[in-house]
């Protein structure tokens, strides 16, 4: 059986069985193009701890029908697709503090696994969801840029969008 | 890492889940995030602007919703039409549901903001002045608009669905105004089911009707059919109605009780072998009926249970109900 590597940003290295790796479509185009049974890819972004988590994901999701068929997508595919509905196992599996959880969304968008990298883009919305500014700002250790007469002016154009208790 | 660190494409994927007041607050946490939502805004398509208390979703019957990230409270037409729509260019739905503020002269102001709109629902809407000349208004600016819905329990003179555009190929409405029609001239009535009848027709029935009006209207109709029973519900209406629409498509009845599903059942039992194979029959049960309650294998009826832990209704293979709105392409 043919097998990938993948070289991770701290200097380890993982072997992974061909059809687990082609999950990345990363992998999978470069395959297409460059058919060949040994291959090293180097992560420079993603380091030991979160490639194997994202390899047990696709280990996971390798046989998914949908793995196979998804594309990239347009803004307005984007704007329509906003279920927050998630596989229970992927919820229980990113069940990760928010930090981890940034770097296995990194890893999925450099490596290109979309339902992945959508799914930790849900985990991350349901953490903010129903937030304050400065709650999310200190959820994100986000530094704010605005003056107080900013703040005010962009809080009369949103009005319309406030919550309603 | 760091949040801030991400590239865009990031952001852009996790904001496009957010709700309009969870934009609001992220706008203001940094100039970049603020960037950022203001092009989820300049992209969103689907709005549902409503002045009833907030839910999780919003629901024209049991399988058009609308996520809760659509939905802001209503302010008045005024905040709609000023603040609200110049910011969402791309609106292609929109979904107004008791918003006050609406008259002949501001109406139609809608599809100057909009010149896209392909979806469009006006519920329990009180247009102010003349109604009739407001929607005529309206109506003659959207040209690309493919589904229009309207409820309005005061409303009962729908001349002005004359003028609805030729693209409108969805009408969703209350049968309420079927009493009206016995009021209208010939030419006017002949018009109305004229243009009916070039329309795949969605009917929320949620009021007894005289059962000659029902057959007068539908019977030339190509149509689904959607009965709700909001009232009492009259058995031999439902007879009536069914057994007269041999063009029906799709049927849908909901929420049927427990003390009505025998009766239901066996009205369908005896009308459905004049249907061909391809009318499909949906019954949405009540929501305290579980699984136990259950026909015959070889029935055509597909049942729906209610799943508290996410709201919606599901068959036995755990999918939804047709999605209405697909079946635009019926042929003769």
């Given at each position: 059986m043919s097998a990938i590597k993948f070289e991770t940003s701290d200097g380890f290295t993982i072997q992974v069985e061909r059809e687990t790796a082609v999950v990345s479509k990363v992998v999978k185009n470069f395959l297409e193009y460059h058919p060949t049974d040994k291959c090293t890819f180097h992560l420079?972004?993603?380091?030991n701890a979160t490639l194997r988590k994202v390899v047990e994901w696709m280990r996971h999701h390798k046989d998914d029908a949908y793995i196979e068929t998804e594309s990239d997508e347009s803004d307005e595919e984007r704007s329509q697709d906003?279920?927050?509905?998630?596989d229970p196992w992927d919820a229980n599996f990113l069940n990760e503090d928010l930090f981890f959880l940034l770097d296995i969304l990194n890893a999925a968008n450099f490596m290109k696994i979309k339902v992945l990298f959508k799914n930790c883009c849900k985990k991350i919305y349901l953490m903010s969801k129903g937030k304050s500014s400065v709650e999310i700002k200190r959820l994100l250790k986000e530094r704010c840029d605005f003056t107080d007469e900013d703040l005010q002016r962009i809080a009369n154009k949103y009005e319309w969008m406030a919550r309603v208790n | 890492m760091n949040a801030c660190l991400f590239p865009d494409c990031v952001w852009i994927q996790i904001v496009s889940f957010l709700s309009f007041a969870d934009l609001s607050s992220l706008s203001r946490t940094s100039r970049r995030l603020n960037t950022i939502c203001k092009r989820e805004l300049s992209t969103r398509n689907v709005l549902v602007v409503s002045g009833l208390p907030a839910n999780d979703f919003h629901a024209i019957?049991?399988?058009?919703r609308f996520s809760r990230n659509a939905i802001v409270h209503s302010k008045g037409a005024h905040v709609l039409l000023n603040q609200i729509l110049p910011m969402l260019p791309k609106l292609t739905t929109l979904c107004i549901d008791?918003?006050?503020?609406?008259?002949e002269h501001n109406l139609h102001l809608i599809a100057d903001h909009l010149?896209?709109?392909k979806h469009l629902w006006l519920l329990y809407q009180s247009i102010g002045g003349d109604a009739n000349r407001a929607l005529e208004k309206l109506f003659a600016k959207?040209?690309?608009?493919q589904t229009f819905g309207f409820c309005d329990n005061?409303?009962?003179?729908?001349?002005?669905?004359?003028?609805?555009?030729?693209?409108?190929?969805h009408l969703l409405f209350n049968f309420f105004f079927a009493r009206s029609l016995?009021?209208?001239n010939a030419e006017d009535r002949d018009f109305i089911f004229d243009r009916l009848n070039t329309s795949v027709l969605n009917i929320n029935v949620s009021v007894s009707l005289e059962a000659s009006n029902f057959e007068q209207l539908l019977k030339p109709i190509k149509c689904n059919l959607c009965f709700q029973?909001?009232?009492?519900?009259k058995y031999d209406l439902l007879y009536l109605l069914i057994s007269k629409l041999?063009?029906?498509r799709m049927l849908r009845i909901g929420f049927v009780r427990r003390n009505q599903f025998k009766t239901v059942v066996t009205i369908l039992d005896n009308i459905l072998?004049?249907?061909?194979?391809s009318l499909k029959v949906e019954l949405f049960l009540?929501?305290?009926?579980?699984?136990t309650i259950n026909i015959g294998t070889d029935s055509k009826i597909d049942l729906f249970y209610y799943d508290?832990?996410?709201?919606e209704w599901f068959n036995e293979e755990r999918k939804y109900g047709n999605d209405f709105m697909l079946l635009s392409d019926l042929s003769d």
């Open positions: 420079n972004c993603v380091d906003v279920s927050i509905e998630m | 019957d049991e399988r058009i008791y918003v006050k503020g609406f008259n010149p896209n709109l959207l040209n690309d608009l005061n409303f009962h003179d729908y001349l002005c669905f004359k003028h609805i555009p030729l693209s409108v190929k016995t009021e209208w029973f909001a009232f009492e519900l041999l063009s029906l072998p004049n249907f061909g194979p009540d929501k305290n009926i579980d699984k508290e832990s996410c709201g």
